[in-house]
């Protein structure tokens, strides 16, 4: 079994728009349309048996309708191995009441964005956020590190992130993108938190670039290499590692086949396509 920790899809009218203005944002080719007919495709392409899908909300006005359609989306598509996570802004204000309603839909975690939120990870308003999802048994994946689409942001580094972390009970923290995006040099600040897992997403080889696109020159396009990458996993511990894609930014069959050929042992594997999800996701 594989399951794939962070995906992205868009509301069917949306979809379209939404790809194409992300993907010149960041000057990065989509491998997806966006639509969760789009990620089931692209699962039966690369062999996924699940998919968590996790919401943004750029807007603390939008954070109730996102989370009333996560729930509606799993009612149609959990039995097909999509499930989408929750989400919560650190501006909205009934923040508190709001975790307490994603638990009571069944949702089993919340997705956060401090780049796209605008706000540091170690920032109060996060921390209460973290503290009240450990009550509650929720999960919370965060992005970490910069991001590819706002060059000079730097809301979530590892040591915001060990920061808040520190000061809120045990909560289980998915630290994307290996810890931190393109910071990977400063993840071991996070080595110490037993509570902290990381995900794989877009971390492994090479972006991949818009047609006809000349923002990525050489050598500004590469991500981890497979000996950083195994080192990474190895100073973690296979255990606190989840395999994800970050479909549709990556292709879900290569980036498979990335970790899969990165050197690391099939018992580390095991423990990253799915045992490790399993524990955290209670399934």
């Keep these: 079994m594989i399951i794939d920790f962070h995906t992205h899809s868009f509301p069917d009218k949306i979809a379209e728009s939404a790809i194409e203005k992300l993907s010149r944002t960041a000057h990065i080719k989509a491998f997806a349309d966006g639509s969760a007919n789009g990620i089931l495709n692209s699962m039966a392409e690369g062999g996924i048996d699940i998919s968590v899908m996790l919401p943004v909300a750029v807007k603390a006005s939008n954070v109730e309708s996102m989370n009333t359609y996560s729930a509606q989306f799993n009612e149609m598509y959990a039995e097909k191995g999509i499930f989408s996570f929750g989400c919560i802004h650190p501006d909205y204000e009934n923040w508190k009441d709001e975790l307490n309603r994603v638990a009571q839909l069944g949702l089993k975690g919340i997705k956060i964005h401090p780049v796209y939120q605008g706000v540091n990870q170690n920032d109060i308003r996060y921390i209460r956020i973290l503290e009240k999802a450990g009550e509650l048994g929720l999960i919370v994946v965060a992005h970490a590190g910069l991001d590819?689409?706002?060059?000079?942001?730097?809301?979530?580094?590892?040591?915001?992130?060990?920061?808040?972390?520190?000061?809120?009970?045990?909560?289980?923290?998915?630290?994307?993108?290996?810890?931190?995006?393109?910071?990977?040099?400063?993840?071991?600040?996070?080595?110490?938190?037993?509570?902290?897992?990381?995900?794989?997403?877009?971390?492994l080889g090479i972006i991949t670039p818009r047609e006809n696109d000349s923002h990525y020159i050489e050598h500004t396009n590469a991500l981890m290499t497979d000996e950083k990458f195994c080192k990474l996993v190895r100073r973690f511990g296979a255990d606190r590692v989840l395999f994800g894609s970050d479909n549709p930014w990556d292709s879900q069959k290569e980036a498979v086949n990335k970790v899969k050929n990165s050197g690391l042992e099939q018992s580390e594997l095991d423990k990253i396509f799915c045992t490790n999800a399993k524990r955290i996701l209670g399934i």
């Design 148 to 203: 590819i689409g706002f060059p000079g942001a730097v809301n979530s580094t590892p040591s915001m992130i060990a920061d808040a972390v520190r000061q809120v009970g045990p909560v289980k923290f998915v630290a994307a993108h290996m810890g931190s995006w393109m910071l990977w040099d400063e993840v071991d600040e996070l080595l110490s938190l037993p509570h902290v897992y990381v995900d794989t997403a877009f971390s």
